[in-house]
Antibody, heavy 120, light 106 residues
């Protein structure tokens, strides 16, 4: 069974930074595109970013461009999201999601999420 | 930017068929995926590339996509199908989700 475990969420002040991590040991991490998807409290899903298997391609939703950076370390089977200049509207549960093998935007496995709260 | 439109809520009687629509400009030319999310849980992929079911998803779940509307169909609805459902596509180098539909099983 595929397992993805997120960590790094918490309370941060507006303008602050946070780094999320997502790890696994249950599949060959380097073979898959990986994604971050978020969900504000009581709201719908919003895709944040994705990254190709070797890290050579990255895509972001417009609202986080220039503030968030997605990265990965295949040797550590880990995905990261560096979040800078955080705003109240970034408050959400952040999910790490794996894309289908050979795909980049269909999410077949999800972590349980980590909550990020941006508030003073 | 591309937009996907879903009804806020759909109700279905136990054992009947529920249909959840996802509207978008020429969505029939795109691959549409559907996710089920129950309260307090992560989403689960139930249909991918319009009409394909991942392993473990009951045959009661099916999908279609044509023109400006994609549809998720849930046959013989069960109480356990009560959840939020989201459609999703890839457009212009970005993932787009619909706003979500709350399915109530009466």
């Amino acid at each position: 069974e595929v397992q993805l475990v997120e960590s790094g969420g918490g309370l941060v002040q507006p303008g602050g930074s946070l780094r999320l991590s997502c790890g696994t040991s249950t599949f060959t991490f380097s073979n898959y595109w990986m994604n971050w998807v978020r969900q504000a409290p009581g709201k719908g899903l919003e895709w944040v970013a994705n990254i190709k298997q070797d890290g050579s391609e990255k895509y972001y939703v417009d609202s986080v461009k220039g503030r968030f950076t997605i990265s990965r370390d295949n040797a550590k089977n880990s995905l990261y999201l560096q979040m800078n200049s955080l705003r109240a509207e970034d408050t959400a549960v952040y999910y790490c999601a794996r894309a289908l093998f050979g795909d980049y935007s269909t999410f077949d496995s999800w972590g349980q999420g980590t909550l990020v709260t941006v508030s003073s | 930017s591309y937009e996907l439109t879903q009804p806020l809520s759909v109700s279905v009687s136990l054992g009947q068929t529920a249909r959840i629509t996802c509207g978008g400009n020429n969505i029939g030319s795109k691959n549409v995926h559907w996710y089920q999310q129950k309260p307090g849980q992560a989403p689960v992929l139930v249909i991918y590339r319009d009409s394909n079911r991942p392993s473990g998803i009951p045959e009661r779940f099916s999908g279609s996509n044509s023109g400006n509307t994609a549809t998720l169909t849930i046959s013989r609805a069960q109480a356990g199908d009560e959840a939020d459902y989201y459609c999703q596509v890839w457009d212009s180098s970005a993932v787009v989700f619909g706003g979500g539909t709350k399915l109530t099983v009466l």
